[in-house]
């Protein structure tokens, strides 16, 4: 092997890389996890007395989704019947009938996406209903919760909890726990 061999081989690698870093930064920049959740999941409880909502955009890595289902087991267990809910499901549009409302999204370039965002902007809560928001994030330290809170109470929605965690933590699911408590304190 001669060293133009090595330098096809080395000029063809640093391309995948630039080209995989590319498609990454795109998918991050548009959202496009968040612009495909349309499923919807019930996750019913045995002689449940209320209903909660559980709004989530799964960002690039899937954080969203998976603390969206710790949350909505917890909340199962304490007797809600419990609406997971993609950011693009037509399920999502009145919140009025939940005792409990919680908005779970990535954080991108130190804030939320924009579904979360519009959502957040929009969304009618029942007098008295819970509401918390959940920034995951795949960056240490970077943290959304701050303004998605913010957006709603300068709507008077009263948020009871606002909250976040890394993807790299090892006590994320712990922390989702952690949430739930909080909110139902």
Known sequence: MDMADI???AKTIVTLIII????VAIATIF?????????????????????????YDPGIMGMGLRTAYWMGEDLRTRGYDVNLSGIRSGDIENA??????????????????????????????KP????G??????LLGDDASR?????????SVIVKSA??????????????YAFIFSMME
Not at 20 to 23: A, P, Q, S, V
């Open 128 to 131: 008295g209903a819970r509401v």
């Open 31 to 55: 959202d496009l996890p968040g612009y495909l959740a349309t499923d919807t999941e019930q996750l019913s409880a045995d002689n449940a007395t209320s209903k909660a909502l559980i709004v």
């Open 7 to 9: 330098l096809k081989g």
């Open 133 to 138: 928001v959940y920034a995951v994030s795949g």
């Open 20 to 23: 995989f870093t590319l498609i």
């Open 147 to 155: 303004e998605m809170r913010k957006v709603l109470e300068d709507r």
């Open 96 to 125: 009025t009938g939940y005792e409990v409302v919680i908005v779970i999204g990535p954080t991108y370039f130190g804030g939320p996406t924009g579904p979360i965002s519009a959502y957040l902007k929009q969304v009618q809560t």
């Open 163 to 176: 909250g976040s965690v890394s993807a790299w933590d090892r006590g994320a699911e712990e922390k989702s």
